[in-house]
């Protein structure tokens, strides 16, 4: 019996793929429960994974619950208050439908269960670079159900018949490089993001024999930046330390921007980090980037109205007609917040002008653990989530009947508007950024004069492009009242005088550049003393709030990300890693501290953190 992986990626393909065929609706009975309920029957739906491919939207994994005879089949413990979901549905978005009644495709798995990947909750979902498929990653087996089918020596692979998306086949795929993939440390509740042909997976938890491949007899925090090459089939575990300062994040988003620098950008916002310092939230207010391919990192503060810290919302990212991109958060849930821990509030950051809004329109109630996609040109999709943080479930949040019909909502990017009725319109206009971004560019204008963290990360992100399609709502050039009518006799007189000023300004430069030679080489020197101390790091920002007080780390990120190559290690017990203590600064690279000898029996993963109790 072949075990199953729900760990995305994958090598050389197997023989193994398996055929399924999409059912419509149908209702739930007294003798089951069912993974798709009537809308009628349906109450909620969380922790799953979504994704889009060729118009049909994909949700696969986490729980549902529903009403059954008329009421919520739930005396817990015998019967949990929600079920694993152990189908994948499909919703068709190019044409237009109402939440209440779109019809819901099921895509049933296969009678022998190791002929597909296991249910999993809160793990990744990788778009393959050919856009025809998806890949699934880490999780955790929803009430322990299905542990016992999980393996890493694979990963799990689902591509949709291409002639009818309701039906599709899973793939079992070997990595290219099982060697590295053996000694990464599967979790769940971790970020992820597509990033062109590489998926990223940045810390989560794992929890002892429940979570995607972990056989561990103890549980913590999971400290790394996981990537796979979903085309050479090559796993890598880098250092997160340049990413987030505390190692580690349970509930982040991430965000891919192809439109910055050469090969794009990856960043990760949002989520809960664990130091011996307790819990604390990463700041919105300041954003971390990294390149793909040169692994170097990067930093720069926002202005404007951030989210409050959390974790758990959902995230799209949307190109935006100034050559730029816009993120979108929604919800999400801080449990140290006090009362109102969980959030129905939006956000959209305007790049590259590092501006957050906060968005006054609200529907839906709170929610967190949902995820969302972009669909119908300006539409953002958000699909289930829960009233409560707590991943145990228990209380009224499965019991309480979802706001939106059948878990679907719906949001006009453009006019930031939730559309009350759940009304999706498959031939919405394309995208334009929202009047009040527009305004903001037109007030701000090119944005050269903003305080940038360094010149590389200004000119990373305001390039020739972003300047020349910086247009108002009209087309015109932000900044600009209207177009210019300047005759063209005093257009050829500014440019002889122009001419003639640079001339001057020529001549005077020769001249001072002799006498600033000298002071110019000591300044080079001190300058030169400074890099070999610092690295050549950029001012150091606050990144970590605790949730009493903020607590503000120095990290300088480093030029380019430490890579963690089990290959060259001695043994599992030279494995790096990092727990601040309050007198200390996080360091931009991984120390070495002290390890159990080996008679204490206790194995050390090569991106373990110090192990931390469980907490919601």
């Known amino acids: 019996m072949r075990p199953l992986l729900l760990s995305s990626g994958g090598g050389v393909l197997s023989n193994l793929a398996v055929v ?126 299905g542990a016992d089918r999980i393996s890493r020596g694979g990963v799990w692979k689902f591509t949709p018949d291409s002639s009818n998306p ?136 926002t202005t404007g109205d951030p989210p409050s810290p959390r974790k758990d919302f959902c995230q799209v990212v949307v190109d935006s007609p100034r050559g730029g991109h816009e993120v979108f958060v929604f919800g999400g849930a801080n449990p140290k917040a006090g009362e109102s821990d969980t959030y129905e509030d939006m956000y959209v950051l305007t790049l590259p002008g590092f501006h957050w809004f906060k968005i006054n329109s609200t529907f839906g109630g709170p929610r967190s653990s949902h995820s969302c996609v972009v669909a119908g040109n300006r539409q953002m999709i958000s699909i289930g989530g829960t009233t409560s943080n707590n991943y145990n479930g228990w209380g009224t949040t499965w019991e309480e009947r979802d706001t939106f019909a059948q878990g679907i909502g719906i949001f006009d990017m453009t006019a930031l508007a939730w559309n009350t009725r759940g009304e999706y319109d498959a031939s919405a206009g394309k995208y334009e950024s929202p009047e009040v971004v527009n305004k903001w560019y037109e007030t701000t204008g090119d944005l050269t004069n903003r305080t940038w963290t360094s010149p590389e990360v200004q000119r990373l992100f305001v390039t020739a492009d972003f300047l020349t399609n910086s247009t108002d709502g009209d087309g015109q050039n932000a900044g600009s009242g209207s177009k210019s009518t300047t005759p063209i006799g005093a257009i050829v007189g500014g440019v002889v005088g122009g001419v003639a000023v640079l001339a001057i300004m020529a001549v005077a430069w020769f001249l001072l550049r002799r006498r600033n030679r000298k002071a110019a080489a000591a300044a080079a020197a001190a300058a030169a003393a400074t890099d070999a101390s610092h690295s050549g790091s950029p001012p150091a920002r606050p990144h970590y709030q605790d949730y009493h007080q903020y607590h503000q780390y120095q990290h300088s990120p480093q030029s380019a990300m430490q890579q963690l190559d089990p290959q060259q290690m001695n043994s599992d017990l030279t494995a790096k890693y990092y727990v601040p203590t309050h007198s200390q600064e996080l360091p931009t690279t991984l120390v070495t501290s002290e390890l159990p000898s080996q008679n204490e029996g206790t194995r050390w993963e090569l991106d373990s953190t110090a192990v931390v109790p469980p907490r919601n």
């Open 20 to 145: 399924l065929v999409g059912t419509l609706i149908r209702p739930a009975t007294a003798a089951e429960r069912v993974d798709n309920p009537t809308p009628d029957n349906f109450l909620r739906r969380a922790y799953s994974g979504v994704t889009i491919i060729n118009n049909w939207i994909y949700i696969d994994g986490g729980e549902v619950s529903q009403i059954v005879d008329g009421k919520l089949p739930s005396s817990f413990p015998k019967i949990p208050p929600s079920k694993p979901m152990n189908a994948t549905l499909t919703i068709d978005v190019s044409s237009s439908w109402v939440a209440s009644d779109v019809t819901i495709y099921e895509i049933k798995r296969p009678a022998d269960l190791n002929n597909s990947a296991p249910p999993m909750n809160v793990g990744a979902v990788w778009n393959d670079p050919s856009g025809r498929s998806f890949y699934l990653y880490g999780g955790i087996a929803p009430y322990n159900q």
């Open 166 to 301: 309701t039906t599709g086949q899973w793939t079992f795929e070997k990595p290219a490089n099982p060697g590295t993939l053996s000694f990464i440390r599967p979790s769940f509740h971790g970020g992820y993001v597509t990033a062109g042909k590489t998926g990223y997976w940045l810390g989560g938890y794992a929890e002892a024999n429940k979570t995607e491949g972990n056989t561990d007899s103890r549980g913590g925090e999971t400290s790394g930046l996981v990537s796979y090459n979903m085309e050479t089939k090559m796993w890598k575990n880098d250092s997160a330390l340049d990413l987030i300062p505390a190692g580690n994040a349970r509930g982040p988003g991430g965000l891919w921007f192809p439109k910055f620098g050469p090969n794009g950008l990856v960043s990760f916002v949002g989520g809960r980090t664990v130091t011996n310092l307790g819990d604390g939230y990463q700041d919105f207010g300041n954003l971390t980037f990294f390149d793909p391919e040169t692994r170097k990192s990067y930093f720069q503060t």
